[in-house]
């Protein structure tokens, strides 16, 4: 079993336009060497961009690299630290979660699905982990609320998605076909200063299509916040792993992350896990050890 990763933290957004951030390239050394002390992943299959490393194309690269090279057992892991933000895409009412790298195209679950398209999600654990958030958005650069991974909302974005935004397709999952999330989100409405609020239909979360599993950093209609050191999502992992080898299923991981992150977000940011719903029992990047279709 061989375990890949491609690791991104990016705090200089100048080329973009957007704010800068802060911890997000320490956050990105402090997972690099979790995944390979604690996680045991192989240092040379570790890839590390920061900032202006950090383009569309090396992120491309660096993914479509791990995730073709991995052969039944082994694991990918995909950490990005940033900004995130929201994209319609050609079909009417339905929305993209994005990462936004530090130059060139936004990057969709439409490219990750592409990356991840020979990957047999029954034989190799491919999972993301999102310290970003994703209520922001994708018209006019602005500066972010606060000390938050997101960018504020156009206006006219605001108006538009409030009137037809039916569907989003979180960034992570790498579902093949957009259908199986139609129609997973109601009560689309403003969020003041600068975000677009929405309840998620009910038992959405899991699609056994889906070819990877998401550990994201909050819901789509929350801001990510960080500390003067890291993102919250990232200090409460580096807060709960602290063993060589660690285990945990991705259910208990969850549970634990969410208490630690209401601590630091006084509960105004809530971790989410979705992905593959035949998995949630499984060992957090651990190689699979059943075929589960």
């Given at each position: 079993?061989t375990?890949?990763a491609?690791?991104?933290?990016?705090?200089?957004?100048?080329?973009?336009?957007f704010g800068?951030?802060?911890?997000?390239?320490?956050?990105?050394?402090?997972?690099?060497?979790?995944?390979?002390d604690?996680?045991?992943?192989?240092?040379?299959q570790?890839?590390?961009?920061?900032?202006?490393?950090a383009?569309?194309?090396?992120?491309?690269?660096?993914l479509?690299?791990?995730?073709?090279?991995?052969?039944?057992g082994?694991v990918?892991?995909?950490?990005?630290?940033g900004?995130?933000?929201?994209?319609?895409?050609?079909t009417?009412?339905?929305?993209?979660?994005t990462?936004i790298?530090?130059?060139?195209?936004?990057?969709?679950?439409?490219?990750?699905?592409?990356?991840?398209?020979?990957?047999r999600?029954?034989?190799?654990?491919?999972?993301?982990?999102?310290?970003?958030?994703?209520?922001?958005?994708?018209?006019?650069p602005?500066?972010?609320?606060?000390?938050?991974?997101?960018?504020?909302?156009?206006?006219?974005?605001?108006t538009?998605?409030?009137?037809?935004?039916k569907?989003?397709?979180p960034?992570?999952?790498?579902?093949p076909?957009?259908?199986?999330?139609?129609?997973?989100?109601?009560?689309?409405?403003?969020?003041p200063?600068?975000?677009?609020?929405?309840?998620?239909?009910?038992?959405r979360?899991f699609v056994?299509?889906?070819?990877?599993?998401l550990?994201?950093?909050?819901r789509?209609?929350?801001?990510?916040?960080?500390?003067?050191?890291?993102?919250?999502l990232?200090?409460?992992?580096?807060?709960?792993?602290?063993?060589?080898?660690?285990?945990?299923?991705h259910?208990?991981?969850?549970?634990?992350?969410?208490?630690?992150?209401?601590?630091?977000a006084?509960h105004?940011?809530?971790?989410?896990l979705?992905?593959?719903?035949?998995?949630?029992?499984?060992?957090f990047?651990n190689?699979?050890?059943?075929?589960?279709?």
């Open positions: 079993m375990k890949r491609v690791v991104i933290g990016i705090n200089d957004y100048s080329v973009q336009g800068n951030l802060g911890g997000c390239v320490r956050d990105a050394d402090a997972m690099y060497h979790l995944l390979i604690a996680f045991l992943f192989d240092p040379s570790v890839f590390i961009y920061k900032n202006q490393q383009s569309y194309n090396n992120i491309m690269k660096g479509n690299y791990i995730l073709k090279a991995s052969e039944p082994d990918a892991c995909f950490y990005y630290a900004h995130g933000g929201l994209h319609p895409t050609s009417a009412g339905t929305y993209y979660q990462i790298p530090a130059s060139g195209q936004f990057i969709t679950d439409f490219e990750l699905r592409q990356a991840a398209d020979q990957l999600p029954s034989e190799v654990n491919f999972t993301v982990i999102l310290d970003s958030c994703h209520s922001g958005g994708m018209i006019d602005a500066t972010p609320v606060g000390d938050v991974r997101t960018i504020a909302l156009a206006q006219q974005f605001i538009t998605a409030t009137n037809t935004m569907t989003v397709i960034f992570g999952v790498a579902v076909d957009i259908a199986t999330m139609s129609n997973n989100i109601h009560q689309v409405a403003p969020a200063p600068a975000s677009v609020c929405y309840t998620e239909a009910a038992n979360e056994a299509s889906a070819k990877a599993t550990l994201a950093a909050s789509w209609d929350e801001y990510a916040g960080e500390t003067s050191d890291h993102g919250f990232t200090k409460a992992i580096l807060d709960t792993v602290n063993a060589s080898n660690f285990q945990v299923t259910q208990a991981l969850h549970s634990t992350l969410t208490t630690k992150v209401h601590a630091l006084n105004e940011q809530h971790p989410v979705r992905g593959q719903q035949n998995r949630m029992s499984e060992k990047l190689g699979w050890t059943t075929s589960v279709p």
